[in-house]
């Protein structure tokens, strides 16, 4: 190893993980690289987003909060092979106006990857907006503030499919604990139908169970098996030049199922249907959307769509109606640096409130070459 090898280079994004971006949140994905890995590398990649999000929230279903902080995730790449990563670090969640931080969790995965179409991780997933899942059934502040998952993902990336399968283990037992099990295992596919002239046609499809039980401990609590399904069709339209850059619209049905109901259970099966429009232009993204939903619950959904409340669990509502505006802002600042404002305003047809949330963010990611490493035997 010669003395030029251990300098810090800036490389960019160092990750080639077969890896799709989702329509939902791109701007909150961790964006996949044509940088080619080099065979014996040991690399180091920060990650961070710093947010502001204001949520006046006065409904029976979530109470209004002001999420303020940034989370960090410093990781160190070691590849021994051009398909071999190696990575270890920490993720840490910190509030501000709070001394000391609130998460510090490991980061740590293997992932192999076997073609430029398919890659395996174990460990550290990624996670969140990266599943590419719609709002309903995924909250997007579990990527500000429980953005750590693990488990198991296969990806693949294909001209007309892409898909993530995921376990996500939540919860761990030992003999006699006095919690529960809980895991998470999903896929979200997209499939093109048409690609045209800049028309596009895609069908996506998700699955997403979530368990909570165990037989081996001492939990008596409700548990069972919780399964969201969603279908449904998305026509975009992209443009060269001009003040539209593209346009689209969305069509998803959901399902919700209680696999296995017992007496407890007081939502066997309930259903939604989200239709949305939107258009990308020069000063940012705009984005209306329609929900209509009957008994409709899931497990890691954003808690305003569903027909349960975490705010109060003994309110329920088995008829929801709501018009949801969106508009973002997004502006590179760096090829790693990159700031966006959202303003989401949320009206509630059943009782003629409104409700909004705004938030700044400001995303870094960014890789560093260290050191060039040779296996012994390589």
Not at 314 to 322: G, I, L, P, Q
Request: no cysteine.
């Amino acid at each position: 190893m010669t003395d030029d090898s251990l300098k810090m280079v800036n490389i960019g994004h160092l990750s080639s993980v077969v890896r799709p971006l989702w329509p939902e949140y791109p701007a909150f994905q961790d964006p996949p690289s044509e940088d080619s890995v080099i065979a014996g590398s040991l690399n180091v990649r920060l990650k961070s987003t710093s947010f502001y999000k204001n949520n006046e929230f006065k409904n029976n279903f979530v109470s209004g909060q002001t999420l303020v902080g940034l989370y960090f995730e410093p990781v160190i790449e070691y590849h021994p092979d051009r398909k071999t990563t190696i990575r270890g670090g920490v993720h840490l969640l910190k509030y501000f106006g709070r001394d000391s931080f609130d998460r510090k969790l490991p980061v740590i995965s293997i992932r192999y990857d076997a073609t430029e179409h398919f890659s395996l991780i174990f460990g550290t997933l990624y996670g969140t907006t990266n599943h590419g899942l719609i709002e309903p059934i995924q909250n997007f502040e579990d990527y500000l503030i429980n953005n750590s998952e693990n488990g198991i993902q296969l990806l693949w990336n294909y001209p007309n499919f892409h898909s993530d399968v995921w376990l996500n283990w939540e919860q761990f037992i030992k003999a006699a604990d006095p919690f529960p099990e809980m895991f998470q295992a999903a896929v979200n596919s997209e499939f093109r139908l048409l690609d045209w002239k800049g028309l596009g046609l895609t069908a996506p499809f998700s699955m997403v169970f979530h368990h909570v039980g165990g037989e081996i401990d001492n939990y008596w609590g409700p548990g069972g098996t919780k399964l969201n399904l969603v279908h449904g069709l998305r026509l975009s339209q992209s443009f060269q030049k001009g003040f539209i850059r593209s346009i689209y619209g969305v069509q998803n049905f959901l399902e919700f199922i209680e696999v296995n109901p017992d007496d407890r259970i007081t939502i066997p099966y309930g259903r939604g249907s989200y239709t949305r429009f939107g258009l990308d232009t020069r000063i940012g993204s705009f984005e209306a959307g329609y929900w209509k939903a009957l008994n409709f619950s899931a497990p890691n959904g954003m808690p305003v769509f569903l027909s349960t409340s975490v705010k109060d669990p003994t309110y329920y509502r088995a008829s929801r109606e709501m018009l949801v505006l969106k508009y973002q802002f997004q502006r590179n600042l760096t090829d790693f640096l990159r700031v966006a404002f959202r303003f989401e305003p949320y009206y509630h047809f059943d009782t003629g409130r409104m409700d909004h949330s705004w938030s700044i963010y400001m995303v870094l990611d960014e890789g560093f070459f260290m050191a060039n490493l040779k296996r012994k035997g390589g």
